[in-house]
Structure formats: structure tokens, C-alpha cells
Nanobody, 125 residues
Framework: VQLQASGGGLVQAGGSLRVSCTIS????????VAWFRQTPGMERSFVAG????????YSTDDVKGRFTIDMGNARNTVYLQMNYLKPEDTAVYYC???????????????????WGLGTQVTVSS
């Protein structure tokens, strides 16, 4: 399974950005997919995740109402639409996938077997 994140960039506070995670590989269709973010000196933190079979969605409280995770029609791309961005959203955003992710570990980085290279999102004040 290979993941490629794209779509990061620089945006002003209050603006919007959409990052994409393109997934390939023969066995990825049963994998849950999530977005994490990381700032220098900090651990990766969960942002949002989606169960690829049932569409169940998870997100952290600080992005609820602002960020939306969804899956493209071809089911090989997962998007993170980020609205009302704040400077504290500045981070490198990573997408991750894993076949063994369940509701109890969806927010745990070690639950994910595959990671893409990150994409930088910078929000200016």
C-alpha cells in the first residue's frame, strides 16, 4: 500500500485548504484511512479518520465543524477539507492507512501500518 499526500500550502487565517491522500496497492480497500499532523518537537496527533467500508468518521474536538474528511468516488483518494483555518493548524499533515484500525485505536499512530510523506500546511495570522 502506498500513500501520497498533496495539496498543502500557505493560507491566511480564516481561509480554506484541501489536502488529498491518494492510495494505491492491491490490498488497500479494507484499510481505514486517517490524517495526522505534527509540529516540530511534538508527536503526531490525530486529526480525522474514516472507516473505508462503513464510512464511519472520527475527528478531534478542535477540528469538528471546521475540517471534513471524505472519500472520493473512486475510493482511492481521501480528502481533508479544512475551513476556518487557524494559525495553530499549522503543521505537516500526514495520511495513514491500516487494516487493523478499529474504533478504540483509530486515534493511535501505531495502529496504522502505512504512511505517506507529509504535506506542509501553514496558516498565517
Amino acid at each position: 500500500v502506498q500513500l501520497q499526500a498533496s495539496g498543502g500550502g500557505l493560507v491566511q487565517a480564516g481561509g480554506s485548504l484541501r489536502v488529498s491522500c491518494t492510495i494505491s496497492g492491491r490490498t488497500f480497500r479494507n484499510h481505514a484511512v486517517a490524517w495526522f499532523r505534527q509540529t516540530p518537537g511534538m508527536e503526531r496527533s490525530f486529526v480525522a479518520g474514516i472507516n473505508r467500508s462503513g464510512g464511519k468518521i472520527y475527528s478531534t474536538d478542535d477540528v469538528k465543524g471546521r475540517f471534513t474528511i471524505d472519500m472520493g468516488n473512486a475510493r482511492n483518494t481521501v480528502y481533508l477539507q479544512m475551513n476556518y483555518l487557524k494559525p495553530e493548524d499549522t503543521a505537516v499533515y500526514y495520511c495513514a492507512a491500516g487494516p487493523s484500525v478499529i474504533s478504540s485505536n483509530v486515534r493511535t499512530p501505531t495502529a496504522y501500518a502505512y504512511w505517506g510523506l507529509g504535506t506542509q500546511v501553514t496558516v498565517s495570522s
